[in-house]
């Protein structure tokens, strides 16, 4: 691993003295993002809880339909733009896909600086894009394609250090914001189609320098290595995709990671911890305290990399202090948080999902029907398809309404079968063709495919729901104006929603398909809501798969726009 301490950013384009900006930058501080300002947007989901919720309520369910773009931004580049905009009073950051990092006036639009990572030109990227940033201090962190994090000054966009975290010639690379608590910034590797052995790590914030580095697929000896054939662990993948929660009581991370590799379980026998599951990691030293394994030798691709929402919910009259997660596997799982581990509350099935055949009641193990599993030379039909019943786009809560609000795709199955495959470093190693993974549509794919469902989560009941002709790809934002935001249809429409009905308030045609995050934040008293348009990636080639059985779907162009929206 290399660190290195740099005095200017080569490829930072500083345009402040052009502008009339003039605020101050006022550092983060820990106190400051364990208790957010709630005019702020200081992380990937807003809080440490990842409940995607801000308390914000000047825009609201009497005045939303008043909603005007302010301002907007084109970055030029194409692809998935999947950031969220961070706020930290006057100032803005969002990247883009390709490694740009980008600082505004939140308030006027003003572009403060840019900066460019010149990535290799022999870098293999299969998910073109990037997730955000976190910040800490005086320094703003991008996790890139190539494999660093990079630190720069959020002020001036000049690189403070940057950290190699992994080679990416072996097929490691990044796409996940940072969470930085205590003092440390935590990184997860993407990859996992590539042969690599996963692992999350903490750099100190201020230095750069390794704090510890935990792998998501044990060596042998260590604890679940035993769950892992032969040598399979070194190539296990089992990518860690998306920013974590952290519970600021205990002190654990926790962290969803990605599908083992190859895809089919039949060539990794055994469960492959800790491929597919949720494990909780100690701030301090990485130790892996607890893990819930959502589903045993995935052959699917269904990872379940989107974190975990901290949620204290009632079950038989007690409070439980709750881990909330809306599974790839079209499973809506209700876990326990406990001092050291992970306990099975109890899970149900949020979208048509015809593989479990029953889930164990104390311990949350799923039985399959085999017939619905995939193998090398063996072809299944399975239900949620490979990209899930919610993929990685983030749910939200709303501790105002108690509901939890899932970005949900249903009625889409898929065919898959696996095939003979070798490893060699830095290159694809699936074994099966995913581009040629036939979707198959249920009859109520006729009526609809997306969803944005609204659960209570002390209940464990569906309160109401709005489905879309579309597929959905649409992170969630709620907010105490009773309001829930959402895009990722391919009409390109971003849309508000009245939190505790469902019914549909107010909309606004984009440039593009809008698979970015949410957030919302107010300068001056006034309240803004900011998103990134941009389609790509994932979203793009669903389209592209049932464009190819017959679903009939608009043309999405691509290109990123950052749309920052206010009332009138």
Known sequence: MKQRVCSVGLFTFVLAAFSTFAAQYQPVTDARLVNPEPENWLMYRGTYDSHGYSPLKRINTRNVKRLKPLWTYSTGLREGHQAPPIVNGGFMFITTPHNHLLAFDAASGDLIWRYIRELPEDQVQMHPTNRGVGLYGDLVFMATADC???????????????????????GY??????????????????GGEFGIRGFVMALDATTGEEAWKTYTIPAPGE????????????????????????DTETGLTYWGTGNGGPWMGDTRDGDNLYATSVIALDLTTGEIRGHHQYHWNDSWDWDEVSAPLLIDFERAGRTLRGLVHPGRNGYLWFLERL???????????????????????????????????????????FCPSHWGGKDWPPAAFSPRTRLLYIPANDNVCAYMIGEEVSYREGR????????????????EASDYIGELQAWNVDTGEKVWSRTFASHNWGPVLATAGDLVFMGGTNDRYFRAFHAKTGRLLWEQRTNSGVIGVPTTYEVNGRQYIAVLSGWGVDAAREQASLAEIGKVNPVVPQGGVLWVFGLE
């Open 339 to 381: 001092d050291n581990g992970i306990g099975f509350v109890d899970a149900q099935p949020y979208v048509k999902q015809d593989v479990f055949t029953s889930i164990d009641p104390d311990t949350g193990r799923p039985t399959y029907d085999e017939t619905k599993k995939p193998g090398t030379g063996k072809g299944a039909l």
């Open 223 to 246: 604890p679940g290595s035993e769950s892992w054939p032969g040598d399979s662990w070194k190539t296990g993948g089992v990518p860690v995709w998306i920013t974590g929660s952290f």
């Open 148 to 170: 660093y994090v990079v630190a720069l000054d959020a002020k001036t966009g000049a690189v403070v250090w940057e950290t190699e975290v992994e080679d990416y010639a072996a």
């Open 173 to 190: 690379y990044m796409t996940l914001a940072s969470l930085v608590a205590g003092g440390k910034g935590m990184v997860g590797v993407s």
């Open 428 to 443: 694809e190693f699936m074994g099966t063709d995913w581009q040629n993974s036939n979707l198959v549509l249920t009859e």
